[in-house]
Protein backbone atom coordinates (compact mmCIF):
# COMPACT_ATOMS: atom_id res chain seq x y z
CA UNK A 1 0.00 0.00 0.00
CA UNK A 2 1.14 3.48 -1.31
CA UNK A 3 0.29 6.90 0.34
CA UNK A 4 1.43 10.07 -1.38
CA UNK A 5 2.39 12.61 1.06
CA UNK A 6 -0.19 14.99 0.10
CA UNK A 7 -2.69 12.68 0.79
CA UNK A 8 -0.81 11.99 4.24
CA UNK A 9 -0.44 15.24 5.51
CA UNK A 10 -4.22 15.78 4.57
CA UNK A 11 -5.25 12.57 6.99
CA UNK A 12 -2.90 14.06 9.61
CA UNK A 13 -4.86 17.39 10.02
CA UNK A 14 -7.89 15.29 9.73
CA UNK A 15 -6.64 13.81 13.78
CA UNK A 16 -8.03 16.40 16.01
CA UNK A 17 -4.65 16.64 17.77
CA UNK A 18 -2.37 17.96 14.97
CA UNK A 19 -5.60 19.87 13.66
CA UNK A 20 -4.37 23.54 14.52
CA UNK A 21 -0.83 23.67 13.45
CA UNK A 22 -0.48 25.81 9.93
CA UNK A 23 0.69 23.74 6.90
CA UNK A 24 4.44 24.58 7.53
CA UNK A 25 4.54 23.12 10.81
CA UNK A 26 2.59 20.37 10.02
CA UNK A 27 4.89 19.69 6.93
CA UNK A 28 8.10 19.78 9.15
CA UNK A 29 6.31 17.29 11.91
CA UNK A 30 5.27 14.68 8.81
CA UNK A 31 9.32 15.14 7.67
CA UNK A 32 10.92 14.36 11.14
CA UNK A 33 8.34 11.19 11.32
CA UNK A 34 8.00 7.65 10.11
CA UNK A 35 5.50 6.60 7.85
CA UNK A 36 4.11 2.82 8.09
CA UNK A 37 2.30 1.21 5.69
CA UNK A 38 0.48 -2.30 6.56
CA UNK A 39 -1.57 -4.87 4.81
CA UNK A 40 -4.24 -6.90 6.04
CA UNK A 41 -3.11 -9.02 9.13
CA UNK A 42 0.31 -7.58 9.56
CA UNK A 43 1.97 -6.54 12.93
CA UNK A 44 2.07 -2.76 13.68
CA UNK A 45 3.62 -3.39 17.33
CA UNK A 46 3.83 -5.78 20.25
CA UNK A 47 3.21 -6.08 24.01
CA UNK A 48 7.07 -5.79 25.33
CA UNK A 49 8.24 -3.59 22.08
CA UNK A 50 9.73 -0.41 22.63
CA UNK A 51 7.15 2.47 22.26
CA UNK A 52 9.45 5.11 19.83
CA UNK A 53 6.16 7.47 19.28
CA UNK A 54 2.52 8.54 18.96
CA UNK A 55 0.92 6.53 16.75
CA UNK A 56 -1.76 8.09 14.44
CA UNK A 57 -3.19 6.00 11.83
CA UNK A 58 -3.66 8.04 8.79
CA UNK A 59 -5.91 5.43 6.55
CA UNK A 60 -6.93 2.21 7.59
CA UNK A 61 -8.31 0.54 10.95
CA UNK A 62 -5.87 -1.23 13.71
CA UNK A 63 -6.76 -3.66 16.18
CA UNK A 64 -5.35 -2.95 19.41
CA UNK A 65 -5.49 -6.52 21.82
CA UNK A 66 -4.40 -8.57 25.33
CA UNK A 67 -3.38 -12.25 24.25
CA UNK A 68 -3.16 -14.62 26.79
CA UNK A 69 -0.38 -17.65 26.89
CA UNK A 70 -2.89 -19.92 25.33
CA UNK A 71 -3.53 -18.19 22.26
CA UNK A 72 -6.98 -16.38 23.55
CA UNK A 73 -6.98 -12.77 22.49
CA UNK A 74 -9.61 -9.98 23.76
CA UNK A 75 -9.87 -6.55 21.61
CA UNK A 76 -9.33 -3.75 23.52
CA UNK A 77 -9.71 -0.82 20.84
CA UNK A 78 -10.62 -0.66 16.74
CA UNK A 79 -8.76 2.78 15.92
CA UNK A 80 -9.50 4.05 12.32
CA UNK A 81 -8.20 6.89 10.58
CA UNK A 82 -8.19 10.69 12.08
CA UNK A 83 -7.27 9.05 15.80
CA UNK A 84 -3.97 8.08 17.72
CA UNK A 85 -3.44 4.47 19.25
CA UNK A 86 -3.46 4.28 22.92
CA UNK A 87 -0.86 4.01 25.49
CA UNK A 88 1.27 5.60 22.57
CA UNK A 89 1.52 9.20 23.66
CA UNK A 90 4.47 11.02 25.02
CA UNK A 91 3.70 11.17 28.68
CA UNK A 92 4.14 7.06 29.18
CA UNK A 93 7.72 5.72 29.13
CA UNK A 94 8.21 1.93 27.93
CA UNK A 95 7.19 -0.51 26.19
CA UNK A 96 3.95 -1.41 24.57
CA UNK A 97 1.66 -3.44 26.68
CA UNK A 98 -0.66 -4.10 24.14
CA UNK A 99 -0.68 -5.73 20.24
CA UNK A 100 -1.59 -4.12 17.29
CA UNK A 101 -2.69 -5.58 14.15
CA UNK A 102 -4.03 -4.19 11.13
CA UNK A 103 -7.77 -5.37 9.89
CA UNK A 104 -6.73 -3.82 6.18
CA UNK A 105 -4.71 -1.65 4.08
CA UNK A 106 -3.85 0.73 6.29
CA UNK A 107 -0.93 3.48 7.13
CA UNK A 108 0.58 4.96 10.48
CA UNK A 109 2.49 7.76 11.23
CA UNK A 110 4.90 7.04 13.82
CA UNK A 111 5.68 10.81 15.54
CA UNK A 112 9.04 10.35 17.67
CA UNK A 113 8.25 11.33 21.04
CA UNK A 114 11.07 14.04 21.03
CA UNK A 115 9.83 15.62 18.07
CA UNK A 116 6.43 15.54 19.22
CA UNK A 117 7.67 16.97 22.51
CA UNK A 118 9.50 20.01 20.91
CA UNK A 119 6.00 20.92 18.84
CA UNK A 120 4.46 20.80 21.95
CA UNK A 121 6.98 23.58 23.26
CA UNK A 122 5.58 25.66 20.08
CA UNK A 123 2.49 25.11 20.12
CA UNK A 124 0.44 24.93 23.62
CA UNK A 125 -3.07 24.48 21.90
CA UNK A 126 -1.64 21.36 20.27
CA UNK A 127 -0.40 20.38 23.84
CA UNK A 128 -4.07 20.48 25.20
CA UNK A 129 -5.38 18.49 22.20
CA UNK A 130 -2.91 15.83 23.24
CA UNK A 131 -4.02 15.75 26.50
CA UNK A 132 -7.55 15.60 25.63
CA UNK A 133 -6.90 13.06 23.55
CA UNK A 134 -5.62 10.78 26.18
CA UNK A 135 -8.52 11.98 28.72
CA UNK A 136 -10.83 10.98 25.96
CA UNK A 137 -9.11 7.41 25.45
CA UNK A 138 -9.12 6.84 29.51
CA UNK A 139 -12.70 7.74 29.76
CA UNK A 140 -13.74 5.81 27.12
CA UNK A 141 -12.00 2.67 28.47
CA UNK A 142 -13.50 3.26 31.70
CA UNK A 143 -16.83 3.30 30.37
CA UNK A 144 -15.97 0.36 28.60
CA UNK A 145 -15.31 -1.63 32.27
CA UNK A 146 -18.52 0.40 33.31
CA UNK A 147 -20.88 -1.58 30.65
CA UNK A 148 -19.31 -4.85 30.73
CA UNK A 149 -19.82 -5.16 34.19
CA UNK A 150 -23.00 -3.49 34.42
CA UNK A 151 -25.10 -4.29 31.02
CA UNK A 152 -26.25 -7.23 29.40
CA UNK A 153 -24.65 -8.80 26.01
CA UNK A 154 -27.91 -7.13 24.33
CA UNK A 155 -27.27 -3.66 26.36
CA UNK A 156 -23.77 -3.61 25.17
CA UNK A 157 -24.90 -4.44 21.52
CA UNK A 158 -27.45 -1.73 21.20
CA UNK A 159 -25.11 0.78 22.96
CA UNK A 160 -22.40 -0.32 20.15
CA UNK A 161 -24.88 -0.05 17.38
CA UNK A 162 -26.58 3.33 18.50
CA UNK A 163 -22.64 4.95 19.04
CA UNK A 164 -21.55 3.73 14.90
CA UNK A 165 -21.78 6.84 12.45
CA UNK A 166 -24.72 6.78 9.65
CA UNK A 167 -23.56 5.48 6.31
CA UNK A 168 -24.51 9.21 5.23
CA UNK A 169 -22.25 10.59 7.80
CA UNK A 170 -19.09 8.43 6.55
CA UNK A 171 -19.98 9.79 3.29
CA UNK A 172 -19.92 13.44 3.69
CA UNK A 173 -17.06 13.18 6.17
CA UNK A 174 -14.60 11.30 3.10
CA UNK A 175 -16.05 14.07 0.72
CA UNK A 176 -14.81 17.01 2.74
CA UNK A 177 -11.42 15.63 3.58
CA UNK A 178 -10.90 14.77 0.10
CA UNK A 179 -10.27 18.88 -1.02
CA UNK A 180 -8.57 19.51 1.60
CA UNK A 181 -5.75 20.49 3.92
CA UNK A 182 -6.91 23.88 4.85
CA UNK A 183 -10.32 22.54 5.82
CA UNK A 184 -9.59 20.70 9.08
CA UNK A 185 -11.58 18.32 10.95
CA UNK A 186 -15.48 18.19 10.50
CA UNK A 187 -17.50 16.54 13.06
CA UNK A 188 -20.84 15.31 12.48
CA UNK A 189 -22.62 14.07 15.57
CA UNK A 190 -25.26 11.66 15.79
CA UNK A 191 -28.72 11.54 16.78
CA UNK A 192 -30.44 8.77 18.18
CA UNK A 193 -34.01 9.68 16.39
CA UNK A 194 -34.89 8.79 12.94
CA UNK A 195 -33.97 5.66 10.84
CA UNK A 196 -30.34 5.38 9.80
CA UNK A 197 -28.26 3.12 8.68
CA UNK A 198 -24.89 2.28 9.97
CA UNK A 199 -21.83 -0.18 8.68
CA UNK A 200 -19.87 -2.65 10.95
CA UNK A 201 -16.37 -0.77 10.62
CA UNK A 202 -14.66 -4.60 11.18
CA UNK A 203 -15.78 -8.21 11.25
CA UNK A 204 -18.20 -9.32 13.64
CA UNK A 205 -15.44 -11.39 15.55
CA UNK A 206 -13.72 -8.09 16.17
CA UNK A 207 -16.68 -6.41 17.63
CA UNK A 208 -17.79 -9.39 19.37
CA UNK A 209 -14.18 -9.35 21.05
CA UNK A 210 -14.51 -5.60 21.86
CA UNK A 211 -17.81 -5.64 23.60
CA UNK A 212 -16.84 -9.13 25.80
CA UNK A 213 -19.00 -11.57 24.38
CA UNK A 214 -18.66 -14.94 21.41
CA UNK A 215 -19.13 -13.95 17.81
CA UNK A 216 -21.85 -16.42 18.36
CA UNK A 217 -23.62 -14.68 21.20
CA UNK A 218 -23.26 -11.17 19.01
CA UNK A 219 -24.71 -12.80 16.17
CA UNK A 220 -27.77 -14.00 17.89
CA UNK A 221 -28.45 -10.66 19.55
CA UNK A 222 -28.25 -9.18 16.24
CA UNK A 223 -31.12 -11.49 14.61
CA UNK A 224 -33.03 -11.01 18.06
CA UNK A 225 -33.20 -7.14 17.25
CA UNK A 226 -34.07 -8.11 13.45
CA UNK A 227 -37.28 -10.33 14.75
CA UNK A 228 -38.25 -7.72 17.11
CA UNK A 229 -38.34 -5.27 14.33
CA UNK A 230 -35.72 -2.61 15.70
CA UNK A 231 -33.00 -3.83 12.85
CA UNK A 232 -32.72 -4.62 9.49
CA UNK A 233 -29.80 -6.46 8.84
CA UNK A 234 -27.33 -7.23 5.35
CA UNK A 235 -24.32 -8.87 6.55
CA UNK A 236 -22.28 -6.23 7.84
CA UNK A 237 -24.51 -3.07 6.91
CA UNK A 238 -27.85 -2.55 9.60
CA UNK A 239 -30.62 -0.31 9.54
CA UNK A 240 -31.83 0.91 11.90
CA UNK A 241 -35.33 0.59 12.53
CA UNK A 242 -35.83 2.23 15.74
CA UNK A 243 -33.06 3.71 17.45
CA UNK A 244 -35.38 5.41 20.13
CA UNK A 245 -36.33 2.17 20.86
CA UNK A 246 -32.75 0.51 20.94
CA UNK A 247 -31.98 3.19 22.79
CA UNK A 248 -34.54 1.96 25.90
CA UNK A 249 -32.89 -1.72 25.52
CA UNK A 250 -29.55 0.19 26.79
Known sequence: MLMQSARALARLAENPVFATLTKPHLLHLFQHSQLHTFQRGDTVFDAGQACNGLHAVLDGCVKVYARASDGHEKVIDVVSRGSTLPGTHPVRTGPHAH??????????????????????HLHSEMATRLLDDAVRQVHRMMREIETTSLCSAAQRVCDYLLHLPALAEQTEQADA????????????????????????PVSKGVVASLLSI??????RVLRELQTEG??????RTIRLLAPDRLAQRR
Request: net charge negative.
Open 99 to 120: HARALGDTAVLVVPHEVLRNEL
Open 214 to 219: TPEHFS
Open 230 to 235: LIDMQQ
Open 177 to 200: LSDALSDGPSDTPGGVSGERVVVL
